[in-house]
């Protein structure tokens, strides 16, 4: 079965740093491209960092210079880098994985985790 698992969320302070990993089973890990989607109570879900199969990237604007996403072939493993935290982070944080062969600007994503909590505190 197609899983994605997220972990690494936590509580942190401002400033601060967390890394959030999301393991994947059950998918051709190498032929996605992976993204982090994230949502705070009362708003909508919005994509925070997404990476494609040769390891472009893109960022919603408030998260450049700060967060950086990565991912490991041989881990079947996507990451989220958070770095200089600050409250308006504070969202449930969601992996995905998009539709096969498809470009960044032009994506599904099929499947997602369960989410993993994320609170900065100021």
């Known amino acids: 079965q197609k899983q994605l698992v997220e972990s690494g969320g936590g509580s942190v302070q401002a400033g601060g740093s967390l890394t959030l990993s999301c393991s994947t089973s059950g998918i051709i890990f190498t032929i996605h491209a992976m993204a982090w989607y994230r949502q705070a109570p009362g708003k909508q879900r919005e994509l925070v960092a997404a990476?494609?199969?040769?390891?472009?990237?893109k960022y919603t604007d408030s998260v450049k210079g700060r967060f950086t996403i990565t991912r490991d072939n041989t881990k079947n493993t996507v990451y989220l880098q958070m770095n200089s935290l600050a409250p308006e982070d504070t969202a449930v944080y969601y992996c995905?994985?998009?539709?096969?062969?498809?470009?960044?600007?032009?994506?599904?994503?099929?499947?997602w985790g369960q989410g993993t909590q994320v609170t900065v505190s100021s």
């Open positions: 995905a994985a998009g539709q096969p062969g498809r470009r960044l600007n032009n994506i599904r994503y099929d499947y």
């Open positions: 990476i494609s199969t040769a390891r472009d990237t």
